[in-house]
């Protein structure tokens, strides 16, 4: 049998939200796939829920235990591990729609595309959502290289995307093991080497945002991987020697960047976020010395402006709550 598509599934202690993310991949409307779960080292009951898939599915589902080693490594797992024509990722404590990988592999196979992007749902555990990523689709139809400013249109979340599984072999492009935006090294990678991108411009991801326990919701040390990140992939595109796309690559790091400076911090993670700032500067300085001038990041003022505010407020803040404390102390 032919696999069309191959969908990584990195499981960690998820059992809570598990089945119906299974759920959602077993009932596809397009057949011919496989599912690929690794367990990541979960010490929770997430491989008795494997199993039960795994055997109420045998001919779909193949599964894999591991040490724990972080989301990049399952998928690279994943990766080596696939049979597909083309390749998805889904979180296992996500889901997508049922007509998902028909929907994306249709139009990948019609268009003879390395990679499909779609837009997703940013949603809730009540169940409100935003719908994102979604508009802009006469950017696409073509290569990076024959119109850049898809960079601008598309966000980094790989498990939005759908991939050639040749691209990715041929180029041996992998996630790279950082704590956090592994996602953005891979899908801005796989994109400049991708003859055409195309887009499906329907939401059918969803992500659920669990403040409590996400590494992205509150400021976080794993954010500094941003630097290493970045220099990793202006590195990549100079090696394709794609060095007129420093402007877009600088972009995508105010863009990233600008999210973390945005963030409320607590009394706890206050140095935290000084240090960032801090860091930030001095790293865009070294990356690019004009990127005050960038033309494509449209929130440069406010970037700079909160940047700004924060080096200045945030003194009298910090005096203002010694000189209440005290005051409270004394009464």
């Not at 891979?186 to 590494?215: C, P, Q, T």
């Not at 796309?245 to 993670?269: C, G, N, Q, W």
């Amino acid at each position: 049998m032919s696999i069309k598509v191959s969908v990584i599934v990195p499981v960690y202690n998820t059992e809570q939200y598990l089945r119906k993310c299974l759920d959602s991949l077993v009932n596809q409307t397009l057949h011919d796939i496989e599912i690929i779960i690794i367990n990541d080292g979960s010490s929770d009951n997430s491989e008795v829920i494997i199993q039960e898939y795994k055997e109420k599915y045998p001919d779909l589902i193949q599964s894999i235990i591991i040490e724990n080693g972080g989301v990049s490594n399952a998928r690279n797992i994943g990766i080596k591990q696939a049979r597909g024509e083309y390749l998805a990722f889904c979180d296992g404590d996500d889901y997508i729609d049922l007509n998902m990988l028909e929907m994306m592999y249709q139009k990948a196979i019609i268009k003879g595309s390395d990679i499909v992007v779609s837009g997703y749902y940013s949603e809730l555990e009540d169940g409100t959502y935003v719908r994102k990523g979604l508009g802009n689709e006469n950017e696409f139809s073509m290569s990076l290289k024959d119109n850049p400013e898809m960079i601008r249109f598309t966000n980094a979340f790989s498990c939005s995307k759908l991939f050639s599984k040749k691209m990715i072999d041929d180029n041996e492009l992998s996630f790279k093991n950082y704590k956090v935006f592994e996602d953005l090294l891979f899908f801005y990678s796989a994109m400049l080497v991708a003859n055409r991108i195309e887009k499906v411009d329907e939401a059918f991801y969803h992500y659920i945002r669990r403040e409590n326990g996400s590494v992205t919701g509150k400021m976080n040390e794993k954010f500094f991987d941003l630097f290493p990140v970045m220099d990793e992939l202006k590195d990549f595109y100079h090696s394709h020697d794609q060095m007129g796309l420093d402007e877009y690559l600088t972009y995508i790091f105010l863009k990233h960047a600008y999210i973390r400076f945005r963030m409320e911090v607590s009394p706890s993670t206050e140095p935290l976020k000084r240090k960032f700032v801090k860091e930030t500067y001095a790293c865009l300085n070294h990356y690019d010395s004009n990127w005050k001038q960038n033309k494509y990041f449209e929130n440069k003022n406010m970037f700079l402006q909160c940047s700004v505010e924060y080096w200045m407020l945030l003194p009298k803040v910090k005096r203002m709550i010694r000189l209440f404390t005290k005051k409270g102390g004394q009464s």
